[in-house]
């Protein structure tokens, strides 16, 4: 069973970067997708970004050319660098994976853009 650590939230202004990272308790190498999600106060968990093992990227059209995910397989991370930030990218941030049926999320890391 794998489990999933976020970190690198934060407070952040208007306009900056934070980058987050996910690392996972055993080795994502076989794993097809991670993805990170989102979920801001009063709304549903969306989805924000997802990578293959080939390393295949799809972005949400909200974050798409500011936002940027990674992985590395051999540290067993995935990153999601985040650019150009604005007030509606506040919420709290999840990584996200499917290990055939069984669906894996970490704890949750909060991001905050305010001035």
């Known amino acids: 069973q794998v489990q999933l650590m976020e970190s690198g939230g934060g407070l952040v202004q208007p306009g900056g970067s934070l980058r987050l990272s996910c690392a996972a308790s055993e080795s994502i190498s076989s794993i097809y997708s991670m993805a990170w999600y989102r979920q801001a106060p009063g709304k549903q968990r969306e989805f924000v970004a997802s990578?293959?093992?080939?390393?295949?990227?799809n972005y949400a059209a909200s974050v798409k050319g500011r936002f940027t995910i990674s992985r590395d397989n051999t540290k067993n991370t995935v990153c999601l660098q985040m650019d150009s930030m604005t007030p509606e990218d506040t919420a709290v941030y999840y990584c996200?994976?499917?290990?055939?049926?069984?669906?894996?999320w970490g704890q949750g890391t909060q991001v905050t853009v305010s001035s």
């Open positions: 996200y994976t499917r290990i055939m049926i069984q669906v894996y």
């Open positions: 990578i293959t093992s080939g390393g295949a990227t």
